[in-house]
């Protein structure tokens, strides 16, 4: 009797899924404002200081910090400036009424902040009480202080988020480089499958998977295009392959991925290419296929394929599935090098009495008192799980779990983008 092969582990099927990730070079040029969402093709730098020059933090006045060193100096007040306009330098003795943002006056080391100035008038002159002895660069904002000319503000590979964004724009970058969206091909096979909307036949289910796995790959800002529920025959799961792998970077599909009489998947992969068929030590999931499908004949390019990912039917392992493996190597393909979500060390406030065989992944929740409440259902198919909890606990292989211990967590929040 043959030997069953050894489940790989999570950390195995990784590796192997991103050292097989062909980073995308196509790129395009974006308004900064259309940028939000898309992954930095190259590194950008400033072309100069932020803020280009001396300016105030505080609504006040511009003084000389030696003119206030009596603790309740009175000064002549010379000039008002607004941000935006240029002072004239200021002269010994005086103070300039200054706003936020505005440049410092040539002459002035110090901004006294308006609360703690009273202001007065005697004959034509305006003057102010300075009840403070400020210090030589008192709330001034230097030049360079932020961003100094040269230095890169942006490197390649971040994906371009609203602070991104604006920091372009502080420096004045009106374009951004960024890498073409990842065109990604999804179907779902499983004649059981019926749409929201229809009437339920008997033994059919909604295919709640297209709806997840479509928002997954909006969140990661692919071009979807949705060939639908493929029939449950291996000419239709090929003719779909075919069409999908000519036009995109990536096909994934969800069901079939077994290897009964009625799963099509690795016949129809293998016919059209070449696949990886992995039984992963990981719960919710287990089966994952990984392979290529060819499109040189259609191209004309030697070796030119399409990726493939086939992730399982059950909603939470496909969800669960998508998040470990394809999330990670779909910002791979994108240029994106730390593709690892944040884990936090956080206390269980339940029992797991006793661990699985494999690497489990279960839903938890944050509770009001900082630890992490498990959800009651771990089931594969209990999709609500999903929607309750904040994120995954990370559970070793074997490993029980009593209240009060630390465990890994990872947050959905980390891993929708």
């Known amino acids: 009797m043959t ?19 062909r980073q995308m070079t196509e790129t395009e040029n974006l308004p ?21 020059v001396d300016n105030t933090s505080m609504d006040g006045y511009a003084v000389r910090a030696a003119d206030c060193a009596s603790g309740a100096a009175v000064l002549r007040v010379s000039q008002r400036i607004p941000a935006g306009h240029v002072g004239q330098p200021l002269e010994a003795g005086c103070a300039a009424r200054i706003f936020t943002g505005a440049m410092i006056p ?12 009273v202001a007065s008038k005697e004959g034509a002159d305006d003057l102010v009480t300075v009840k403070h002895a400020p210090q030589s660069g008192e709330w001034i904002r230097r030049a360079g202080e932020d961003i100094q000319a040269g230095s890169v503000i942006l490197h390649a590979g971040q994906r371009l988020r609203a602070q991104e964004i604006g920091l372009a724009a502080s420096v004045g970058l009106a374009t951004l480089p960024v890498v073409r969206k990842l065109r990604v091909a999804v179907f779902f096979t499983g004649d059981e499958l019926a749409m929201p909307g229809d009437a339920l036949k008997p033994g059919a289910i909604y295919n709640s998977n297209k709806f997840t796995l479509r928002g997954l790959l909006e969140n990661l800002g692919c071009d979807i295009t949705d060939y639908g529920i493929v029939p449950d025959t291996l000419a239709a799961t090929r003719d779909t392959l075919r069409r999908a792998a000519a036009e995109h970077d990536l096909i994934i599909t969800s069901g079939g991925v077994s290897v009964g009489e009625e799963d099509h998947i690795k016949p129809a992969v293998e016919a059209e290419g070449h696949l990886n068929m992995w039984q992963i030590a990981v719960k919710p999931g287990k089966p994952l296929a990984f392979g290529e499908v060819d499109r040189a004949e259609k191209s004309g390019k030697e070796n030119d394929t399409a990726f493939f990912l086939g992730l399982p039917g059950n909603p939470v392992s496909s969800f669960v599935t998508f998040l470990l493996f394809v999330r990670p190597f779909i910002l791979r393909l994108q240029g994106v090098q730390d593709v690892a979500p944040r884990a936090y060390a956080m206390r269980a406030d339940f029992n797991l009495p006793k661990g699985d065989r494999r690497n489990e992944f279960l839903r938890a929740k944050i509770n009001m008192e900082g630890g992490l409440d498990l959800f009651a259902n771990q089931s594969s198919g209990v999709l609500t799980s999903t929607v309750w909890g904040d994120g995954l606990i990370d559970n070793p292989p074997g490993r029980a ?8 967590f990872i947050s959905f929040s980390d891993l929708m983008h």
């Open 32 to 52: 900064t404002l259309e940028a939000n969402g898309r992954i930095l093709a190259i590194a950008q730098s400033s072309q100069l200081d932020v803020p280009p």
């Open 401 to 408: 779990i009593a209240q009060g211990d630390i465990v890994r």
């Open 106 to 117: 040539q002459g002035a080391d110090a901004v006294v902040m308006q609360e703690v100035c």
């Open 3 to 21: 030997e069953p092969k050894p489940l790989l582990s999570v950390a195995e099927a990784l590796a192997f899924l991103l050292s097989s990730a």
